[in-house]
């Protein structure tokens, strides 16, 4: 069976879907891998490297994408230079490993049904204790968390830390997390490491507990309404609880010097969390980094993949933040598909699609020229 790992064609992704290292523990399981020449090249893995692992280096990318049994990649497929779709080029049958965002564009989803591909979407590997080493949104969220906090500090015209020097005391920034998941949490324990004073708040509050060993303090907004979906994943919230919270965070987001917004809502725009008349409230030179800019934002002044200044404040919108540590953002995800294709091989190391495994059944949105998941069907309407 041929595994083959694409070079990503769109322009801000640096990451690459197989680092040598795993393509060595495929090949040492009698896997045969190709990779396109240069796939790894924005991420620092070199063809050598690849060929030392054991890879068979493929110059062209039809020809791999043609031939490919389990084809990987990070980015979902696009269309080509030579405005030919990626999705065309899979033979029939074909399985497809990468991110797909199904939900957010399920055309891809559609296109992949009528090609008669196999398609895991790695955002939908469910979030249980089974699936951890294959959750490549965790992977990637805490990459994302760790870098807005470096964004934040850099764009600060402050300290983050408490300094006593000869020359006076600084006192210590004052760092508001909002939305305290994979990537909230690793943006407070950064921000924390930093010497910032950290406050994070969530709708879910179970969350609570794991924000105050972080070393933050947890910003309770009690809300009469259960704030919890299926997944453990966040619920869209009523009108007035929405008011209700930002009544509360209001205040937060004026004492602080930084903001960092994480919320999100799966299959759904980004819950405004931040309005315009909080981001005038607050001090100039303050900074807000908005994860959820790709999302429609968190912030109502965001603009996603920009810096703006409004009022004196500076708001941040980074597109793909995984993709600027392309290094281990590359290394983790690599892990993650290296699991989830131990899932897709039977004993003799042939292709295997069992919808009896949980996993698989969960983060496969086609096959067989079929749409398999109903969110996905019902976005498309
Ligand atoms: P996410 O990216 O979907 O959302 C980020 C955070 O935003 C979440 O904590 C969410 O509660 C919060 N949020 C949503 N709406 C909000 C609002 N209006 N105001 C404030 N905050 C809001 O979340 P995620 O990091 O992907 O995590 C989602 C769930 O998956 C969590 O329950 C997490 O604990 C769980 N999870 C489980 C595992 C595992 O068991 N293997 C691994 C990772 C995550």
Avoid at 23 to 46: C, D, N, P, T
Avoid at 277 to 297: N, T, W
Avoid at 330 to 344: D, F, G, H
């Amino acid at each position: 069976m041929r595994i083959a790992v694409a070079k990503e064609i769109e322009v801000c992704e640096r990451r690459v879907a197989l680092i040598p290292d795993m393509v060595a523990r495929l090949v040492k399981q009698g896997l045969e891998v190709w990779v396109e020449s240069g796939a790894g090249e924005r991420s620092f893995f070199s063809d050598p490297a690849y060929e030392a692992a054991g890879a068979t280096i493929i110059s062209d990318s039809v020809k791999l994408w043609s031939e490919a049994d389990i084809l990987l990649k990070v980015s979902p497929p696009q269309e080509r230079e030579d405005g030919r779709s990626e999705i065309e080029l899979l033979k029939e049958g074909a399985v497809l490993v990468s991110f797909l965002n199904p939900l957010g564009n399920p055309v891809v989803a559609q296109q992949l049904a009528n090609r008669k591909v196999t398609a895991l979407s790695m955002e939908m590997i469910p979030r249980t204790t089974r699936a951890q080493s294959m959750d490549a949104l965790s992977s990637q969220a805490s990459l994302a968390g760790y870098k807005a906090v470096l964004i934040a500090a850099a764009a600060l015209p402050k300290y983050f830390p408490m300094l006593t020097t000869a020359a006076g005391t600084i006192a210590p920034a004052k760092v508001f997390i909002m939305g305290a998941g994979v990537a909230g949490l690793q943006a407070i324990a950064t921000a924390r490491r930093l010497g910032a004073v950290v406050e994070a708040f969530d709708i879910r509050p179970a969350v609570k507990e794991e924000v105050q060993s972080l070393g933050a303090k947890f910003v309770e907004v009690k809300l009469e309404e259960e704030t919890v979906a299926a997944g453990g994943y966040a619920k869209e919230i009523s009108e007035a609880s929405k008011q209700r919270t930002q009544e509360v965070v209001a205040e937060h987001v004026k004492n602080s010097d930084v903001v960092i917004t994480t919320a999100q809502v799966p299959g759904r725009q980004a819950p405004r969390l931040v309005t315009e008349e909080m981001v005038a409230q607050m001090k100039p030179g303050s900074v807000i980094v908005d994860l959820a800019a790709e999302q429609g934002g968190n912030c109502a002044c965001t603009e996603p993949g920009k810096d703006i200044v409004w009022n004196g404040v500076t708001i941040i919108g980074p597109i793909n933040l995984p993709s600027s540590m392309p290094v281990h953002a590359s290394q983790l995800y690599s892990k993650n598909v290296t699991s989830l294709i131990q899932l897709l091989i039977n004993k003799e190391k042939a292709l295997q699609v069992d919808f009896g495994d949980d996993i698989v059944d969960a983060a496969c949105v086609t096959h067989a020229g079929e749409i398999r998941n109903q969110r996905v069907r019902d976005a498309l309407q």
